[in-house]
């Protein structure tokens, strides 16, 4: 548990970015309070992904700065900015297929390696919160479905007790029943006053994860609130489907919603 | 009968003696994608170095390995620090060019050095052998098998359950997910080609009992090497352990019912016939294209 | 006779040569005339023709490992086969070597042929351990199988029918000679796009054989050709040492000094080769005067490998040239300054498109004349593909109509970019079959779907970055012929063609530039010219608009509008909405690996079913707003995209 106390742990401000031709950020101002779970949606080519690239550490900054934990990250090595707290689950292929499940989560620890006692004291805990660490314990991460490698991805990245956590599209390829085994991890992530930035293409899964949501499209932010406005939100359709602002496609269709 | 029990438990003793020697070389292929050319050179540098060793101390040759391997271990790291990491990245054929030209260096060296002309460790029990029944197995194939048994063990022990190990095992399966748990490329691929070298150093000390070497014999050894990884799968140790006695077996029966002189020849033909058939060798992965899922 | 200027039409002619070829010209006279000149030095034409010898191989190295990029460690084997051939053949016949030293070559080019059949099928490190392996498998052979070759002892030869006053002069000339075909032979291959081909498999093998380049063929042939002069020399060889043993004739330090020479002068360039050659033979020469005997040689040739690998990769020429060009950097004719987002008029767009040949092959399927609206041109039946646990394909049926401008869209993880490359035969299905032009083609290699009028661009663009604009769009095969691998690249009708390519995309004025120097939406456009070099009937563009800023939109749009006029079916894949809606019909969309919706723009735009697919419709918000659930068994809406599939 730490004490929440409102303060941003996030901030990015005027961050330009790309890949060799263009930029994929156009300049990004974003920022995640302390103990919150925040959602970037927004249609491909948004630049969603590459905003967690940059925090991570593993793209550098064309410019603007990104501040975490009080620390200005952006000129930072990805080890570094995982030393100070920020763990990542990318979108697929994280794990070592042909070690066990309780290897792969031991590596996540890798940085505090020769703190054996810690080590042995996160992995007991991560076992009672992730169920998977321990049933399937000595089975080869390669033979785990889609869902139960999400799993034991989201557990890894916690044997560093990170302060920040970010989910690059964690529903990307899940059946439901794995869906809802996420969205309970994630949830016990924020009773814990864990931080979550994730990225979901899924619109209504992704809000309904969070407390907060963020909309990007053209590599800029477009829209910030909590979940609930945000997902309301009339302009949503417009920026998916590029109609016209006001212009709601599939909004009058008979609900089946409570 | 006695005859072919005796084949196969020689073949199984060189065996396990060639997969020592290959496990360095699938190792630092797994870690970094490098085809260590120099990996026979390292073989017969030790090798000459054991011989000058027990020549002029009467240390046991095989016991050498005790020295050899630490010394090689060091050496191989500064190699590797020193002149293999500065061409990271760049396209495969460029290491094995350097690590080509490295083997020939080491070639020269010994040639003026050590001069050109065979050598061979012979220890008071060069010529004896044990007799298990009607089955007569030298005792320098048996120790050396032992020794070779012992540092495959250890080196298992290391890569499993040692943090080091286990980083050298992450980066080979999966380079980016290492890097996002915080595991130094750089350090992580120097420390494997150290523990390459030092399993070569192992393999060399052993090779100057139970072959005479003289300073071009190494392509002759990487040729071996590199058919037996293909045989298991590059970058497989498993692969390299079935490979390796697989191609041991095939190299003494062949010597023993066909022709001594032509029982070298069967690790080319095995690399011809595994090429043919399954490219990417018993263990190994199948290359793909660029598939992007979904 | 004159031009209108009056200077003489030769010293034209002569000065468009570049002066590289004039530079090897040069030196060919001044070899050619040494012997005349100075006739008794019989030491210093021995160096030299054993330099000529060493630059024959290693200009032939350069075919398979220069332009191809495929590392032949090997290489000296070629000689020591074609010195036993003409050595046992001229033992048995009576016959006297010089003339039979062709056969040498044609042994050489039999064996190659032969194992780059067993080992070039795949990509990978296979090639490289294997040529190791022959050398080394050839002196055993050559050892042991002592009734043909005699074995250790070796073969006598008779000796030259020459007087020994003037011995080595006509090995000389016999070298010089050899010299010239091989680097004239280089020089064509690498006109043709034969030469383009392989340059293309070196840069990237998978886009090569996207592009129609059969690189198993391709390959294998470039692996013989770089054998062929060097089995000759064998042969000439043999009959100068007159001795040959098994130890000599395939000795690793031949392989070295041909790697090292190319590497040196230069690997991939025409000349660098041969330059390097002179270079290492002259070390060679100094280490065996002032050295010791074969270990001195060994280190220093090893020595040398490392520090060319370390410090000069590219090469002693093309640094020379890199170093030159930044000192006097050239005017360069196409430098326009209207620069990178010129747009050529609808007039030159309409004009080119007239001019250039967009139309039939042979292999293609007949067009049913008229009605050709409604005829399918690609069908997907039951196409499904797993990966581990995850069914990212499933069980597809879809239509793509000849004429169409079709678009596949969808969420990430929705199938779609998995089903294109099923189709572009970048990945395998597991189950279904596609059908192109009523044709089977899911068990094709990829070249033999562009063969067939498949042609696909990239999402990220490939093209050869160290080819020119021009070169990148010649480069590619339409069929599988030899006439057409053999055609020039340079000029003549391919050349002229694919200008008229570039023109059509608008990208005609940077034919001669680096395509590496292109901004990103330059290079899709030239990509696109690249495919329609295949004289394709089906385009498969993937994500085109990914990364392209939207005043290079239009054009794209445009271009794709006017190539689609001239009758060429496309089935685009992309993320842009709007490009989508306003380009393509009919457009279909994709959910979980299937298609839910397929209609013209105006339904597809207000069809809920696409909005629910993009914004996700299983999950719901509870009211708290964080930490909501899957909604229990039912309400699932009309149209089936839970996990009851229907």
Known sequence: MRAVTGANLLTMSGVTAGYGGGDVLQGVDLTCVEGTVTCIVGPNGAGKSTVLRVLSGLLRPRSGTVTMAGARTDRLPPDEILRLGVAQVPQSHALFPAMTVRENVLMGGYLIRRQRALLAERLDMIGARIPIVRERAHDAAGNLSGGQRRMVEIARCLMLDPKLILLDEPSLGLDPRSLAAVADVIRTLHESDTTVLLVEQNVRLGLGLATHGVVMEGGRVRLTGTAAEVGEHPEMAALYLGGAPGQTPGRDRPSARA | MAQLIQALVLGLLIGGVYALMASGLTLIFGVMHIINIAQGAFLIVVATFTWWLWRDTGIDPILASAVTAPLMFGLGWLLYRLVISRIRGQSPSMSVLLTFGIALVLEGILNVVAGNKFKSATPSYFADSFAVGPVHLPKTQVYGFLAAVVVLAGLYVVLTYTWTGRAIRAMSQNPSAAALVGVSPAGTAALAFALGSASAGVGGSILSVLYPFFPASHFDWISRLLGIVVLGGMGSLPGALVGALALGLAETLTATYASLRWSTLVFYLVIMVVLLLRPEGLFGARLREDGVAA | ?646
């Open chain 3, 1 to 646: 006779m004159t031009s209108a200027t009056g200077t003489p039409n030769q010293l034209r002619l002569l000065s468009r040569i570049p002066a590289s070829h004039l530079a090897a010209g040069a030196a060919f006279l001044a070899l050619a005339l040494y012997p005349v000149v100075n006739p008794w030095n019989a030491y210093s034409q021995g160096v030299a023709l054993l330099a000529f010898l060493l630059a024959i191989q290693a200009s032939g190295w350069n075919i398979i490992s220069g332009y191809a990029g495929y590392t032949s460690l090997g290489q000296s084997m070629f000689l020591g086969l074609g010195s036993y051939t003409v050595a046992i053949v001229g033992l048995h016949t009576g016959v006297n070597p010089f003339w039979l030293a062709p056969l040498g070559g044609v042994t050489a080019v039999v064996v190659a042929v032969l194992v780059g059949s067993v080992v070039l099928r795949t990509r990978g490190h296979a090639f490289v351990i294997i040529t190791i392996a022959l050398l080394l498998a050839a002196q055993i052979i050559a050892t042991n199988f002592d009734a043909l070759t005699n074995g250790s002892d070796g073969i006598t030869l008779e000796l030259p029918f020459w007087s020994s006053d003037y011995q080595n002069i006509p090995f000389y000339y016999a070298f010089l000679l050899l010299l010239v075909l091989a680097v004239l032979f280089s020089a064509w291959i690498r006109r043709t796009k034969f030469g383009t081909g392989l340059i293309a498999i070196r840069e990237d093998e998978g886009k090569a054989a996207a592009i129609g380049v059969d690189t198993t063929r391709f390959k294998i042939a470039a692996y013989g050709a770089s054998t062929f002069f060097a089995g000759v020399a064998g042969g000439v060889y043999a009959y100068f040492l007159t001795f040959l043993n098994p130890v000599g004739a395939f000795a690793i330090l031949g392989s070295v000094m041909i790697v090292l020479s190319s590497l040196l002068g230069g690997r991939g360039t025409l000349y660098g080769p041969v330059v390097g050659a002179f270079i290492v033979q002259g070390l060679n020469e100094a280490a065996t005067v002032y050295g010791g005997g074969t270990g001195s040689r060994v280190l220093l040739m090893g020595l040398a490998l490392v520090a060319v690998v370390l410090f000069l990769p590219a090469g002693l020429l093309p640094t020379a040239q890199r170093l030159w060009r930044q000192r006097r950097p050239q005017t360069v004719e196409h430098t326009d300054q209207r620069g990178a987002l010129a747009t050529p008029s609808r007039a030159d767009v309409i004009e080119a498109r007239d001019r250039a040949e967009l139309g039939d092959g042979e292999d293609r399927a007949d067009v049913i004349a008229g009605d050709d609206v409604a005829v399918p041109l690609l069908e997907l039946r039951g196409l499904t593909k797993r990966f581990g646990g995850i069914l990212a394909v499933d069980n597809v049926d879809l239509t793509v109509r000849k004429g169409t401008i079709t678009a596949i869209i969808g969420p990430n993880g929705s199938g779609k970019t998995t089903l294109f490359n099923l189709v572009t035969g970048t990945m395998a299905a597991n189950a279904g079959e596609i059908r192109f032009a009523g044709r089977r083609i899911d068990g094709l290699p990829p070249w033999k779907r562009g063969h067939l009028g498949l042609g696909r661009t990239f999402q990220v663009t490939r093209l050869f970055r160290e080819m020119s604009v021009l070169e990148n769009v010649v480069a590619p095969l339409p069929d599988g012929r030899w006439r057409t691998m053999l055609a020039d690249a340079v000029s003549g009708a391919e050349a002229d063609r694919a200008r008229e390519l570039l023109d059509v995309v608008g990208m005609g004025r940077f034919a001669a530039q680096r395509a590496g120097s292109l901004s990103y939406g330059q290079q899709k456009l030239v990509e696109l010219a690249q495919v329609l070099m295949l004289e394709p009937e089906l385009m498969l563009l993937d994500e085109p608009a990914g990364g392209v800023n939207p005043s290079l939109l239009d054009r794209l749009k445009d271009v794709i509008r006017e190539v689609n006029a001239r009758g060429i079916t496309f089935l685009v894949v992309e993320h842009n909405i709007p490009m989508v809606l306003d380009l393509c019909d009919p457009i279909v969309v994709f959910s979980r690996g299937r298609p839910i919706a397929e209609g013209p723009p105006a339904q597809i735009r207000s069809d809920p079913i696409v909005l629910d697919a993009y914004l996700g419709d299983d999950w719901r918000p509870t009211s708290s707003g964080s930490g909501g659930g899957p909604v229990p068994g039912g309400s699932v809406p009309d149209h089936e995209l839970s996990t009851g599939r229907g």
